[in-house]
């Protein structure tokens, strides 16, 4: 069925203006004043906002992970990232040494496509580079479009890459057209801290973020920027928390290196108090790179302001308070790293972001849509509304209050981590490729009826079929 929406405020990276919206076979086929056609769904928009849905580009769902697995599976992880206005999301494939990746990605895809309900890719971690990964990896972007690589610079002897691994990837990154990306921790100096803290009956949940400090974020930024302009090549780096690390950043730009940065929306609105909170509530909190001192808020949303940050992942990976965050009780070092962020990245960047003024509405479409679908491959078919462009479409009602709850999210998992936060605005009906996955706040969807995309090299724009695509 056609449909149009109509008096909606469309709201791009670069423009705001009132227009109507036809879609055709999940497509956006005309943007314009006052569109009629017969046979065709009318969706009044009048009073909200039109965006691009949502690119969430960090998402770790049903992954295996300090001794349990997330507890968001690509089932309750995609419906909630719908309901929070994010429809294409990508996730992280991890690898195990010594088998091939092309098994890794099947095992990924088997998670996945009976159970997305919005469309997604893969990145691949990295983990070792020899012969055998070398020959796999032209496939790997070739057949399978996954066009970006993880190396984690962190979590010694479990996922953590040497230097020489890191380099490797980036020299192929560069040969190949991907963009390598980066966890940015100096994982052998944290591995010393926390032995060290263990060893003094240090066992809070504090102690993870004191074993962790910002320091090693930055030098482990500079390293790998430095590695980057040496292989020539291209780095995002992930979840970036503090001032040492953005100035890192800023610095390798301004050297005319290709660098660019995210930030989660966890880092902006919460520091390293919450992991002192009493009864091991801390362990609510307890993720890499740790939250920091508040004072760092401002600094990542001013680098997000002037474009040195430039996006915004969720870095969902969520585990139960009770019986997966307490494998650590006793031991923060057990405590399984990471937090539920998925479904209100967007919200909260519109919320605390555009309504108080620290970013422009086309900003906030840009951090949390366009820029991650053109770092990522995925520009212009998704990341923006133009004719030619997948009806990946947020209808959102910028006036409404409310707050953050676990007793109305969506996600599996048994506590929120901006519990009671209140905030100003939210997605109210959400189209993938047309089709309504939300519809005045009521999940509609169906699973298995997310789509896996294949993504275009890094820098170049993702075109397909006989489209006509203007942008
Ligand atoms: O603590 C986190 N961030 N868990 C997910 C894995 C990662 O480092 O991104
Ligand atoms: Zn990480
Ligand atoms: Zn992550």
Known sequence: MKKIIKNGTIVTASDTYQADVLIENGVITQIGKNLTLNDTEVVDATGHYVFPGGVDPHTHLEMPFGGTVTKDDFETGTIAAAFGGTTTIIDFCLTNKGEPLKDAIETWHAKSSEKAVIDYGFHLMIGEVNDAVLAELPSVIDNEGITSFKVF????????????????T???????????????????VIDHLVKKALKEGNTDPIYHALTRPPEIEGEATERAATFTGLANSQLYVVHVTCAEAVSKIAEARDNGIDIWGETCPQYLMLDQTYLERENFEGAKYVWSPPLREKWNQDVLWTALKTGQLHTIGSDQCSFDFVGQKDLGKGDFSKIPNGGPMIEDRVSILFSEGVTKGRISLNQFVDITSTRAAKLFGLYPRKGTIAVGADADIVIFDPMIERTISVDTH???????????????????????RGEFVVRDKRFVGKLGAGQYIKRAKYGENYRTDNRTYTI
């Not at 610079?153 to 490797?168: C, G, H, I, R, S």
């Not at 969506?410 to 993938?432: C, Q, R, W």
């Open 170 to 188: 980036l020299i192929a990154a560069k040969e190949l057209g991907a963009l390598v990306m980066v966890h940015a921790e100096n994982g052998d």
């Open 410 to 432: 969506h996600m599996a998992v048994d506590y929120n981590a901006f519990e009671g936060m209140k905030i100003t605005g939210e997605p109210v009906s959400v189209l993938s």
């Open 153 to 168: 610079m962190a979590y010694k002897n479990v996922l953590q890459a040497d230097d020489e691994t890191l380099f490797q």
